[in-house]
Nanobody
């Protein structure tokens, strides 16, 4: 059974930082592309960041230079370090996993709420 379990969300003031974690089980983690998505109320889900098995990364434009995605294959965990948070970063953040050869994500976590106050 595949499980992706996010943690680390919460309430933070604008300009602050949070670190999200996503612990994976039931998959060969080291072979997967891991992604972080977010969805704010009334908005479409959007890609925040992704990291390949080899460590290559890409970021959504709104978070470039503020967020950093990383992975620890020994711990089957992917992280999202979020700095200089803004109220517009408020959303539910989801962890996702996919095979490298496909474009769509196969597995999703339940999400963790991030709220940034002004």
């Amino acid at each position: 059974q595949v499980q992706l379990v996010e943690s680390g969300g919460g309430l933070v003031q604008a300009g602050g930082s949070l670190r999200l974690s996503c612990a994976a089980s039931g998959i060969i983690f080291s072979t997967k592309v891991m992604g972080w998505y977010r969805q704010a109320p009334g908005k479409q889900r959007e890609l925040v960041a992704a990291i390949t098995s080899g460590g290559s990364t890409n970021y959504g434009d709104p978070v470039k230079d503020r967020f950093t995605i990383s992975r620890d294959n020994a711990k089957n965990t992917v992280y999202l370090q979020m700095n200089s948070l803004r109220p517009e970063d408020t959303a539910v953040y989801y962890c996702a996993a996919r095979r490298a050869i496909v474009a769509s994500y196969d597995y999703w976590g339940q999400g963790t709420q991030v709220t940034v106050s002004s």
